[in-house]
């Protein structure tokens, strides 16, 4: 199934399902319609018909966001077409809602897994944990160990944005391209002061500073996920002071960037396919969640599902660089150096750095040769 495909439907699908929540007293769990999974479904290895297996999400916000919830979202979808599974799920904005949800999903002894989409929901399913041991959790996005019904999966999270700081770096030199200019300057909104966060910032800058030790990155904290406004702002900022190229990890704070890019004909780059913009992305930073999710499941239904924390990158498929619907036309020469760094990781030749803090030192020890 297309993914861009997948997160432009979401809003049809919502009408499909019945009610599971405690999120805010409001309608915002579905089920998914049983009759979309594939007509035969084979055994799994476990011995079980995949068409009999029911799993649980909550998710951290609402769909349409065209980003982290609605790639969530996509996942669950890819793992009912593909596995046959059925699945429910929650949309809760507040944290103080997390615990309940996750609750009523692990009470209904329903479900193989219990799902909760963000590195933020750890503590409640530590507290789920303990008290239904036989009900296995999953936290995705983030970290947590030392209990055997828990995993948790994520990305290495400097590999989503590596790639993308790597050809920043090169366009913000480069005359070739339309809207660089010529100050060697970046920017990046941060969405929260969070480990995922800085984490992943800390890899567009390395990535920069990997191919350009003298680039200048302009950095702001939006302090969420859902704020275009701050967005703007701050790739406003950036632009002023004399960026070219604006990244973020801060959710829809993309959609004021991309603003911002427009009035000031400059580039902004996204977290999502579906996010990207034809004529100002110069890229997508990936992180497919959608797959992370699936692989998980299919971990599950496959009876291979093991606890504690796993985290993924380039070289599994999951965190990569991504030019669909993107009109930006890349130089041959600098797409080589893209993909020669692309297999450096691959190769484990080169880590990016994790924190903020680590980036002055790694650029001194770390610098791009063919």
């Keep these: ?9 979401l809003a049809m699908l919502l009408s499909f399902g019945s009610l599971l929540t405690a999120c805010g007293g409001s309608s915002s769990t579905s089920s998914t319609p049983a009759s979309s999974a594939p007509a035969s479904a084979a055994e ?22 065209l980003g982290f919830v609605d790639e969530g979202y996509a996942g669950m979808l890819l793992a009912q077409e593909e596995l046959g599974i059925s699945f429910d799920y929650a949309e809760c904005k507040a944290p103080s809602d997390y615990e309940p ?25 530590e507290v789920l944990a303990k008290e239904y041991p036989e009900q ?35 366009v913000t030199l480069d005359d070739r391209m339309p809207n660089a200019n010529k100050e060697n300057v970046l920017g990046f909104a941060i969405g929260m002061d969070s480990p995922v966060s800085r984490s992943t910032a800390a890899g567009f800058i390395s990535g920069a500073r990997y191919v350009n030790p003298e680039v200048e990155v302009i950095t702001a904290f939006v302090g969420g996920y859902r704020d275009p406004g701050k967005g703007k702002e701050i790739a406003m900022m950036a632009y002023g002071r004399g960026a070219d190229i604006v990244s973020h990890n801060a959710g829809s704070a993309i959609l004021g960037i991309f603003q911002a890019a427009e009035e000031m004909g400059r580039y902004g780059i996204g977290t999502s396919i579906a996010s990207a913009n034809a004529e100002y992305s110069l890229c997508t930073s990936l992180k497919n969640i959608d797959i992370l999710i699936k692989n998980e499941i299919k971990s599950d ?16 498929g999951i965190c990569d660089i991504d030019f669909t619907g993107i009109n930006a036309e890349i130089p041959a020469d600098l797409m080589e150096i893209v993909m020669d760094v ?17 980036i002055e030192e790694w650029t001194k020890n770390n610098q791009y040769k063919k």
């Design 136 to 170: 296995r959790f999953c936290v995705i996005d983030g970290i947590l160990d030392g209990y055997d019904n828990v995993s948790a999966v994520g990305a290495r999270d400097p590999e989503q944005s590596f790639l993308s700081g790597v050809l920043s770096g090169l």
């Design 301 to 316: 239904v496959d009876g291979e599902w093991i606890s504690g924390t796993k985290k993924y990158g380039i070289k599994e």
């Design 101 to 125: 949800q996750l609750r009523l999903f692990a009470e209904s002894g329903e479900y193989e897994l219990v799902m909760a989409h963000g590195s933020n929901t750890a503590d409640a399913i």
């Design 1 to 9: 199934m297309n993914k861009k495909l997948i997160l432009i439907s």
């Design 44 to 65: 799994t290895p476990a011995g079980r018909d995949p068409s009999t297996l029911k799993y649980a999400i909550m998710f951290t916000g609402s769909l349409g966001d």
């Design 342 to 358: 692309r297999q450096h990781v691959i190769d484990g030749k080169v880590v990016p750095a994790y924190d903020l803090p680590e």
